[in-house]
Structures are given as C-alpha cells and as structure tokens.
C-alpha cells in the first residue's frame, strides 16, 4: 500500500502516493539518504467538508541526510531516526549553514518534520518499502500544534535479489 495520512484531531487525511524515489548519494565526503514522496490530487474518496480538500496534493522529502551505507539495497531492515528536520554544519569554508534534512511541502509551503522514525525492508516482491512516522506542524490552520503523520510506501524502481540477503 502507498499512503500518506496525517492524524488531524478533527479527522485523518488520507493521501494516495502518485511518484516515489530513495537514493543513497554522495555529498561532498558523505554518503546521504535522499527520499521523494508525492501525493496526487485524487479526493474522490474525501468527503465534501474536509479539511483535505483545501490541501489536495504534497510532498514528503529527506535531503542530504548522512547515512552509513553504500547503496540503496543496504537499507533493507535499517531503523533510521531524525529528530530534527535540520541541522547547523559547516560548509567548506568552515562558515555555519543550516541543513535541512525532512520537510513537507503543501500549497507551495514548506514545513519541517520533526521526531521522524524511518523503518526499510524489502516485501515478498522484494521491492524495497519503508514506513515513516513523524511529526509536522498542521499545516491545516498553523496553530503552532504538531500533526503525527504515518507514510507506507514502496519503491517500486528498486527490485532485489534474495540471494543478496542470505
């Protein structure tokens, strides 16, 4: 299954993932995780007064993450824990720069993620997934509250061998 939901206290938002992408990079001297997740816009299964219609489409995504593996098959049963959706580093001049890591896009706006834990295995098709489980400010009406979102998703692209995990 390929969703998105966000735990709203008046209702859960239920998005369908259209497009998804997980890499391992290099990024100077690191490797890093990079991970894609868009939505579409289909609301067909979204009642008429939900907060969702205002908001129909968004993406997910984790950028420049360091993270100690070779290649996108060494994530299989790999638990990787963001805290923070940003972080201050050096860049190569040795001034200080902020680095953002996890953020949601909704309605062209950005917002960080926060307390986000990533679980990846590949499923009997041997096709990598991952679940997702973070916070987010709620972009619904930016009280200043967080919103616990949850995201199943496979990464359709990446097929495995068996014989690479024995």
Same mark, same amino acid.
Not at 59 to 79: M, Y
């Given at each position: 299954?390929?969703?998105? &939901? /966000?735990?709203h206290?008046?209702?859960?938002?239920?998005?369908?993932?259209?497009?998804? +992408?997980? &890499?391992? @990079?290099?990024?100077?001297?690191?490797?890093?995780? $990079? @991970?894609?997740i !868009?939505?579409?816009?289909? +609301?067909? !299964?979204? *009642?008429?007064?939900?907060?969702?219609?205002? /908001?129909?489409?968004?993406?997910?995504?984790?950028?420049d993450?360091?993270l100690?593996v070779?290649?996108?098959e060494?994530?299989?049963? &790999?638990? %990787?824990?963001?805290p923070?959706?940003?972080?201050?580093? =050096?860049? =190569?001049?040795?001034?200080?720069?902020?680095?953002?890591?996890?953020? $949601?896009?909704?309605? *062209? =706006?950005?917002?960080?993620?926060?307390?986000?834990?990533?679980?990846?295995?590949?499923?009997?098709?041997?096709?990598?997934?991952?679940?997702? &489980?973070g916070?987010?400010?709620? /972009?619904?009406?930016?009280?200043?509250?967080?919103?616990?979102? =949850? %995201?199943?998703?496979?990464?359709?692209?990446?097929?495995?061998?068996?014989?690479? /995990?024995?």
């Amino acid at each position: 299954m390929k969703t998105i &939901k /966000f735990f709203h206290s008046d209702e859960t938002l239920n998005y369908k993932i259209e497009k998804s +992408l997980c &890499k391992v @990079v290099f990024q100077g001297n690191k490797k890093c995780l $990079l @991970v894609e997740i !868009h939505s579409n816009d289909d +609301l067909e !299964h979204v *009642e008429a007064d939900s907060l969702q219609n205002e /908001f129909p489409q968004l993406s997910l995504f984790i950028d420049d993450f360091p993270l100690d593996v070779e290649s996108v098959e060494q994530l299989n049963g &790999k638990k %990787v824990s963001i805290p923070y959706g940003f972080a201050e580093e =050096e860049d =190569e001049d040795g001034d200080p720069v902020d680095v953002y890591y996890t953020s $949601l896009n909704v309605s *062209e =706006e950005d917002y960080e993620t926060v307390n986000n834990e990533l679980t990846f295995s590949v499923n009997d098709k041997g096709i990598l997934t991952l679940n997702w &489980k973070g916070e987010v400010q709620d /972009f619904t009406n930016n009280d200043g509250g967080d919103l616990p979102f =949850e %995201v199943d998703c496979t990464f359709e692209e990446f097929e495995f061998n068996e014989d690479d /995990f024995e």
